[in-house]
């Protein structure tokens, strides 16, 4: 097949396989907490460390075929519907996270998925170590290269110096690259084609599916949406919405 895309493709390919290959039994791990969590009735809340992101949490919340128990820690401030400038701020404030912790009020041994390919801004920290004051299970998806890469000193860390993959129980590797760009065209010195929240909506998705099975491997029926845009769909998904709408402030 003949590659239009500069590289981009194949690169989104040899990463999702490169995840799927090497990070499957954290996924597992991560999945197996999660499962317990729907045993004990309890939510996953879902959290990002600033700009984009946040994506995530979006695509976990309220989506046909996802979990019904997402808890979304969105804040507006740090998201991509913010201006840009004023979330590029606010995720390099620190005790910014904090707050957002202790607003959705996560309990001792409940699961907060932290979704931050970079792993080391304030926001991001400041959540994690929040989260892990307060007792929370910790599942970092984060890249690697990125932490490792960023000098030490960088004066964008977070204060403590900390990494997110230090500060989490199960760490899931996103692969992406320092910069998060993965495609140079001839003559042009900027280079382009983002690939983060690709990868990281597919782990978010994989996450959820090894979730349905554990919980179906320990005879445990797991809460999943139905389409509210198909015939039946808002019936089916009644159910849940009674069970998580005084739970989940989103709802």
């Keep these: 097949m003949?590659?239009?895309s500069n590289g981009y493709l194949p690169k989104?390919?040899?990463?999702?396989?490169?995840?799927?290959?090497?990070?499957?039994?954290?996924?597992?791990?991560?999945?197996?907490?999660m499962a317990s969590?729907?045993?004990?009735?309890?939510?996953?809340?879902?959290?990002?460390?600033?700009?984009?992101?946040?994506?995530?949490?979006?695509?976990m919340f309220f989506r046909a075929g996802g979990l019904c128990n997402i808890d979304p820690c969105m804040?507006?401030?740090?998201?991509?519907?913010?201006?840009?400038?004023?979330?590029?701020?606010?995720?390099?404030?620190?005790?910014?996270g904090r707050a957002i912790m202790s607003y959705y009020d996560i309990q001792p041994g409940e699961v907060l998925l932290?979704?931050?390919?970079?792993?080391?801004?304030a926001a991001t920290i400041?959540?994690?170590l929040a989260a892990r004051e307060r007792g929370a299970v910790i599942v970092a998806i984060s890249s690697a290269a990125w932490q490792q890469g960023l000098p030490a000193g960088y004066p964008l860390r977070h204060s403590s110096g900390?990494?997110?993959?230090?500060?989490?129980?199960?760490?899931?590797?996103?692969?992406?690259?320092?910069?998060?760009?993965?495609?140079?065209?001839?003559?042009?010195?900027?280079?382009?084609?983002?690939?983060?929240?690709i990868v990281d909506f597919y782990i978010a998705?994989?996450?959820?599916?090894?979730?349905?099975?554990?919980?179906?491997?320990?005879?445990?029926?797991?809460p999943f949406w139905h389409s509210a845009n198909v015939p039946g769909g808002d019936e089916a998904n009644r159910k849940y919405l009674e069970r998580y709408s005084p739970r989940i402030k989103m709802l």
């Design 37 to 59: 969590a729907i045993q004990k009735d309890q939510l996953i809340h879902v959290y990002g460390g600033g700009g984009h992101t946040t994506l995530p949490v979006g695509e």
């Design 114 to 121: 932290l979704f931050h390919n970079i792993g080391t801004n």
């Design 162 to 197: 900390k990494n997110l993959n230090d500060l989490a129980d199960v760490c899931i590797d996103d692969y992406n690259p320092l910069g998060d760009t993965v495609v140079e065209l001839p003559g042009f010195d900027t280079p382009i084609g983002p690939i983060s929240n």
């Design 12 to 33: 989104v390919f040899e990463l999702l396989e490169r995840v799927e290959a090497e990070q499957y039994e954290n996924i597992r791990a991560a999945a197996r907490l």
């Design 2 to 4: 003949t590659d239009h």
């Design 75 to 96: 804040e507006t401030g740090l998201s991509v519907f913010n201006q840009a400038q004023k979330y590029l701020a606010l995720e390099r404030c620190e005790n910014y």
């Design 126 to 128: 400041d959540a994690a």
């Design 205 to 222: 998705h994989r996450l959820e599916i090894e979730c349905a099975k554990e919980c179906l491997a320990r005879g445990v029926q797991p």
